[in-house]
């Protein structure tokens, strides 16, 4: 089935680029006059590239893939089976039909393609294939998750936005290079940075290149940052925010999410954690914010998760801005405590901080040397170049902090334990807590006791590593 680019009711319809619904040109000489990548790479070929697998929200029993192709492909054909140790391909291989969506953009016309593999059996390794006009891709392997609690490891990527292939690249590279088998990758918005940086076509090719097969073979949730959206000026001149038109065509997610963010709020249950993902920007400028927490307090009351991790981008507590996020604030924070949340993964401010306590870094301590037990943590992470320098209150109010960082996370869940440890791009521990789970579910917080590397920040213009430092705003 091909059919027009539709998205959730209260979100309005992504245009393909270069178009707005009412097929009026949408700013296509910004786009063309954006800077390219070198040698045209992300031309659409016949060949499937573009690979991302997703979880359905049952990841136990389904997952979903999407991908591009150029139009001579109008089906979105995948197929899948059991995977085998014989070169036989697979067993009980079936073909898997599902919807099409043409993409124009700087590249040339594409059509991306969405296939759902329902039915599948918890715990089982699957292999599977996409179809494109000159061939299919190569078979790609991924694991379902059991259906019961079970230890899993994920990883965590703050914004990636900047200088992706060049610079943000390493950093994925090596947390896939460090980490035995992640199970998911889940991202804290901001993927790419649509702006006046790069054509935008050209950053979804980087972002998909940095990444490669990992992401068609281990499942991902993505979060939208502010920069998923793209600004339309309306018939007087206001600013309109869009969901970019690569957003839904790349990612086949759950459609579980809020009344109003259907495209880009949802939840997935994964070995005994519910990772629910919400979107910031709608929340802030599209007026879903009731809504979004209406929904959050009903699927954190309905979880029967032993860990609750919520994802999305503007933080509710700032490492580089000089206020928080207050809307987000007070509408979600109270919900995390009074559900108790355990992680709340975030993106936005370009630089890094674990927060325990709203009332600061020793108050935190003093609470934990007490017996007290621990709230929400607060994480906020950057992967890519981007970097914001921190404000006044880092210096006291979170546990730890870096500037000029690139950084990535891996999180280890294990019954009762959930250990989180922020590695920096070439590797380095910068930082690790263990949360351990009580009878009545509350935590303890433990920070680990191998030692991580020094606090990076700048002094004056000089960076950590001694060069000038990134940070701005400094
Ligand atoms: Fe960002």
């Not at 594409?110 to 593999?117: A, G, L, N, P």
């Not at 979107?279 to 954190?300: E, F, K, N, V, Y």
């Amino acid at each position: 089935m091909r059919k027009a680019f539709l998205l959730g009711a209260a979100l309005v319809a992504a245009p393909a680029i270069g178009q707005t619904r009412a097929g009026n040109q949408l700013a296509p000489k910004s786009q063309a006059a954006m800077p390219r990548t070198p040698g045209i790479p992300y031309r659409p070929t016949g060949i499937p590239d573009r690979i991302v697998l997703t979880p359905a929200a049952d990841a136990s029993r389904g997952a979903a893939v999407a991908w591009r192709t150029d139009p001579r492909q109008t089906q979105a054909v995948a197929e899948i089976g059991v995977a085998l140790d014989s070169p036989g391909t697979a067993r009980d291989k079936r073909q898997v039909s599902g919807t099409s969506f043409p993409l124009d953009a700087v590249n040339g016309p594409s059509i991306y393609h969405q296939v759902r593999f329902a039915g599948l059996q918890p715990g089982t390794a699957y292999v599977y294939r996409v179809k494109g006009a000159d061939g299919w891709s190569e078979w790609l392997p991924f694991h379902t998750p059991a259906a019961s609690p079970a230890p899993f490891t994920f990883l965590y990527f703050g914004d990636t936005q900047n200088r992706i292939l060049e610079v943000a690249s390493r950093v994925i590279r090596q947390a896939f290079r460090s980490t035995a088998d992640p199970a998911l990758v889940v991202h804290a918005g901001d993927l790419v940075a649509q702006r006046e940086e790069k054509a935008h076509d050209d950053e979804w090719g980087e972002w998909a290149a940095a990444g490669g097969y990992n992401y068609a073979t281990i499942q991902q949730l993505p979060a939208t940052g502010n920069h998923e959206y793209v600004d339309v000026p309306g018939p007087a001149g206001q600013e309109n925010r869009l969901i970019g038109p690569h957003w839904q065509p790349s990612f086949t997610l759950p459609r579980n999410g809020a009344p109003g963010a259907e495209a880009t709020s949802y939840f997935v249950d994964w070995q005994g954690v519910r990772f629910i993902v919400l979107d910031g920007t709608s929340a802030l400028d599209l007026g879903t914010l009731a809504s979004q927490t209406r929904w959050l307090d009903a699927t954190l009351a309905a979880s029967k998760a032993r860990w609750n991790v919520v994802l999305f981008h503007q933080p509710i507590f700032t490492c580089a801005r000089p206020n928080d996020t207050e809307e987000l604030k007070a509408a979600w924070k109270p919900i995390f405590e009074a559900r108790g949340v355990d992680l709340v993964l975030q993106g936005h401010d370009h630089c890094y901080s674990r927060l325990t306590s709203e009332q600061g870094r020793d108050a935190s301590n003093r609470a934990r040397a007490a017996g007290r037990v621990q709230g929400p943590v607060y994480l906020v992470s950057v992967v890519g170049s981007k970097m914001y320098a921190l404000n006044d209150r880092a210096a006291t109010q979170p546990d730890r902090v870096a500037e000029d960082t690139e950084l990535y996370q891996r999180i280890d869940v294990d019954g009762d334990r959930l250990t989180l440890r922020s590695f920096t791009a070439t590797g380095r521990l910068y930082d690790g807590f263990r949360l351990n789970k009580r009878r009545d579910g509350r935590n303890r917080l433990e920070v680990l006791s191998d030692r991580p590397i020094d606090t990076r920040r700048c002094a004056g213009n000089v960076g950590p590593d001694g060069f000038p430092c990134t940070a701005r705003g400094r």
